[in-house]
């Protein structure tokens, strides 16, 4: 009897260590506190039909026929380390004045300094700019719908950081590098600036660098749920242009739903990057099926990363082996415990050279405006000129004359001052910045940062703004490089800088 009672807890025993080898796989919720509190919340931004949507010289229209089923949104991220805060805030157009930033504070004792708020870039939003659409346009009738949108979106961009900071829960996060699919260097060099015939545009360069480089973070609560994702990715919102007449967030609404419907309970938030000289491999349509399909075919790039990540630390162990039909090593992963999630800040304001022009710019503008003009004459003296012709001639002749009357003003030889932050939130950091930097400047930040995930970020709420060419893309014109304000040096300098405050928070 004493033999088959051993011989039955020992059969028992390892029937059982076979039942529980089935359930042994741990992840987050068997990990300590990582000591980082997140919260989140987006609110919809969609403006009335009919508000103006002037964001091309080529547009033949003012105001809008309607909105992009993807939506226009406000997505914002409070993280808190129990003893300081930081908002990041993503939104679809513009917002962020200085008022409406005290505002935020003051309701949740945030730091203005630390509240980034960064545009996705879109240009396919509410717009009423005099330098685009149809030339000598009547826009003064328009302002005040403008104006009552805009006061609409500032005050929700206060409630959602209020929101997001009411929501604060205990979280892990980590984050991966990948590979996105949709950018392309965009400066087309045609025969040189000076060929009057096929000179530089934007458009498509297959040859010259681009940075495909996806960053992805991901925050999950205490049981393992994904709570928040963080994109990164270099491309101008550019895929619809003048003939859209939809207010869109381009291909980043298709992006982030992609990713929130593949997480389901995340919120997905876009950092836009470097994109002063890349956009999109399709673009400057008005078919909203192309922005959908990039945006999509991003957003399960990015997905797929963010399933990916491991939020806390785990790693197969060795615990036995399992009779079957082949002999098994049971390996189940283990979590050791939370990644770092120490939050550290720095920012520092530096000077740039500044893009001054000289006798042989003017000239050079001169003649450029002068070919413009004679055009347009002969085009409103064609019989039977098209409306199109029209407004491609005055068009060219806007672009011409308004960068001339800038170059004739007195030039100021003082530096360009430019904000750069950074937050480093454990083995990961973003860089945070103003303008639209080109891509290369982004991907030396981020090959030389000391941490393991680092985002660049451009189109923020920081001082400075505008283009900024590499130095051997001041040779080449167009339009990036004649509407700077940055001379050559300035990437290196920013380069230099957001590397040094990089290394300040490790």
Known sequence: MKTLLKTLTVAICWYSSILMADVVEQGVK????????????????????????????????????????????????????????????????????????????????????HIRVGSSHTHAGPSLSRGKGPAGADLSQYEPMMEAHRAVVEDKLVGVIVEANSRLRPVHAYGMVGTGSIN??????????????????????????????????????????????????????????????????DWMGAMRNTVEASLPGATCLFFQGAAGDVGPIEGFTGDLSVAHRLGRILGHEAAALALRISTVRR????????????????????????????????????????????????????KLTAVAEKALREVKQKPGATQWELMQAAARHRRWANLLERYKEPQDTTPVKLEIAVLRIGEMALVMTQGELFNQIGVAVKKASPFKVTMFCGYGNREGGGYMPTREEYAHGSYEVDGTRYGPGAAEKVIEESIALLKSVR
């Not at 990582?34 to 039909?49: C, W």
């Not at 025969?191 to 991901?218: H, K, Q």
């Not at 990164?232 to 869109?248: F, I, K, M, P």
């Not at 500044?354 to 050079?364: L, N, Q």
Request: charged share 25%; proline share 8%.
């Open 184 to 249: 392309v260097n965009r400066r087309f060099r045609g025969r040189g600036p000076n060929d009057p015939e096929m000179p530089p545009a934007v458009g498509l360069n297959f040859d010259l660098p681009v940075d495909r480089d996806l960053v992805v973070i991901r925050i999950d609560d205490a049981e393992g749920n994904p709570y928040a994702i963080l994109v990164n990715y270099q491309c101008h919102g550019t895929v619809l242009a003048y003939e859209n007449q939809l207010v869109s967030p």
């Open 315 to 366: 790693e197969p162990r060795f615990e036995g082996y399992t009779e079957s039909t082949a002999l098994q090593a049971r390996q189940p992963y283990r979590v050791l415990g939370p990644h770092d999630a120490t939050l550290k800040y720095a920012s520092k304001v530096i000077e740039l050279p500044r893009m001054v022009r000289g006798k042989a710019d003017i000239e050079r503008m001169e």
């Open 30 to 113: 068997d990990s300590k506190p990582s000591g980082l509190f997140a919260g989140v919340a987006k609110v919809n931004i969609e403006p009335a039909v009919g508000i103006p949507s002037m964001n091309w010289g080529s547009a033949t229209h003012i105001v809008s026929k309607g909105n992009d089923p993807e939506g226009m949104f406000i997505r914002a991220l409070v993280l808190s380390d129990g003893k300081q805060k930081f908002a990041l805030v993503d939104v679809d157009g513009s917002a962020g004045r200085p008022a409406t930033l005290k505002r935020a504070s003051e309701l949740t004792g945030i730091p203005v300094e």
